[in-house]
């Protein structure tokens, strides 16, 4: 019977492995859609009907190219830190909490946590390997932008858990039946919501990869394969933020096709907020992180610590 439960699970992640590499195919699809009505244009409108095959004729295109690499570049590490990038990407979302027989297990937001610092170091690792000066730029600036904006996501994750006294994902459903948890913190949504933008290397805090000053940064020496494996990645963390911003804050009902518009509304506000917004100073990004988000975060989790004892006196 336990074989049978462990194929049932190997089963269930290669199927939802599968649906976020389609559902990355068509978020780039959405994405050159939505810049091209934005900037008054159609967008890919070529490729089959209305461009709907563009993300498989890309994939075909960047996967049958010839990879080359750097003659002084430090060739092992430079070939597996793409990989190990989305490799890290899609186990993100094992975590993700399905009502059924999967890996529902009770410390998902301390895995969400673990994973996605880990995802650091393949960037770093890739913008070093590369040998190339633009390309460790980009590398280390994206170090210190995740590092500085997991400071305050993670505030933020305490804030909640402390109000739900666990760290089971699937509890967030249990606890917004009656009322969203947006509607008593707005402003750590908002602050949640950037934070991921940062996280996830996004216009406006897309400094890893500037390309007005460097090249497009940590990716640099990347073509091919290689580079369609770090572009994938980036795509799965826009997916897996948008999913975890619709399970904390806008009720986590998965059973319902409404979780999944509220998912693909939140990536149409990444998409948007590109199409819209103008790069930031590095510095300015910094000083958000450190100065504006870090104060606000930690008064709301001592806020949230005031009222969960509070609640505790007042039942006893």
Same mark, same amino acid.
């Given at each position: 019977?336990?074989?049978?439960?462990?194929?049932?699970?190997?089963?269930?992640?290669?199927?939802? =492995?599968?649906?976020?590499?389609?559902?990355? $195919?068509?978020?780039?699809?959405?994405?050159?859609?939505?810049?091209?009505?934005?900037?008054?244009?159609?967008?890919?409108?070529?490729?089959?009907?209305?461009?709907?095959?563009?993300?498989?004729?890309?994939?075909?295109?960047?996967?049958?190219?010839?990879?080359?690499?750097?003659?002084?570049?430090?060739?092992?590490?430079? @070939?597996?830190?793409?990989?190990?990038?989305?490799?890290?990407?899609?186990?993100?979302?094992?975590?993700?909490?399905?009502?059924?027989?999967?890996?529902?297990?009770?410390?998902?937001?301390?895995?969400?946590?673990?994973?996605?610092?880990?995802?650091? @170091?393949?960037?770093?690792?890739?913008?070093?390997?590369?040998?190339?000066?633009?390309?460790?730029?980009?590398?280390?600036?994206?170090?210190?932008?995740?590092?500085?904006?997991?400071?305050?996501?993670?505030? =933020?994750?305490?804030?909640?858990?402390?109000?739900?006294?666990?760290?089971?994902?699937?509890?967030?459903?249990?606890?917004?039946? @009656?009322?969203?948890?947006?509607? =008593?913190?707005?402003?750590?949504?908002?602050?949640?919501?950037?934070?991921?933008?940062?996280?996830?290397?996004?216009?406006?805090?897309?400094? $890893?990869?500037?390309?007005?000053?460097?090249?497009?940064?940590?990716?640099?020496?990347?073509?091919?394969?290689?580079?369609?494996?770090?572009?994938?990645?980036?795509?799965?963390?826009?997916?897996?933020?948008?999913?975890?911003?619709?399970?904390?804050?806008?009720?986590?009902?998965?059973?319902?096709?409404?979780?999944?518009?509220?998912?693909?509304?939140?990536?149409?506000?990444?998409?948007?907020?590109?199409?819209?917004?103008?790069?930031?100073? @590095?510095?300015?990004?910094?000083?958000?992180?450190?100065?504006?988000?870090?104060?606000?975060?930690?008064?709301?989790?001592?806020?949230?610590?005031?009222?969960?004892?509070? =609640?505790?006196?007042?039942?006893?």
């Amino acid at each position: 019977m336990f074989f049978k439960d462990v194929i049932l699970v190997l089963v269930s992640m290669l199927i939802l =492995i599968i649906c976020v590499l389609v559902g990355v $195919a068509f978020l780039t699809l959405l994405e050159r859609k939505v810049l091209g009505y934005i900037q008054i244009r159609k967008g890919p409108n070529k490729v089959g009907f209305l461009g709907i095959p563009q993300p498989f004729s890309d994939a075909i295109k960047l996967f049958t190219k010839e990879q080359v690499y750097p003659l002084m570049s430090n060739y092992y590490i430079y @070939y597996f830190a793409p990989i190990v990038n989305l490799f890290l990407a899609l186990l993100l979302w094992m975590c993700m909490p399905f009502i059924s027989s999967f890996l529902n297990f009770n410390f998902g937001i301390l895995f969400f946590l673990c994973c996605s610092s880990l995802g650091v @170091y393949t960037i770093m690792i890739a913008g070093w390997s590369s040998n190339s000066n633009y390309a460790m730029l980009g590398g280390l600036r994206s170090v210190a932008q995740t590092i500085s904006y997991e400071v305050s996501l993670a505030l =933020i994750l305490m804030s909640f858990l402390i109000l739900i006294s666990s760290l089971n994902m699937l509890d967030f459903y249990k606890y917004q039946v @009656y009322m969203w948890l947006l509607f =008593i913190s707005l402003p750590l949504a908002m602050i949640w919501f950037v934070s991921s933008l940062a996280e996830t290397n996004r216009t406006p805090f897309d400094f $890893a990869e500037g390309e007005s000053e460097l090249v497009s940064g940590f990716n640099v020496e990347y073509s091919a394969g290689g580079f369609a494996l770090i572009f994938m990645a980036e795509y799965a963390n826009i997916l897996f933020m948008s999913m975890l911003f619709s399970l904390i804050f806008l009720g986590a009902d998965i059973l319902s096709w409404f979780y999944f518009l509220k998912l693909v509304f939140i990536s149409f506000v990444f998409i948007w907020v590109r199409g819209t917004l103008p790069r930031y100073r @590095y510095d300015k990004l910094m000083y958000l992180a450190w100065k504006s988000f870090l104060p606000v975060a930690l008064n709301f989790l001592m806020f949230f610590i005031g009222l969960k004892m509070l =609640i505790f006196v007042l039942l006893i």
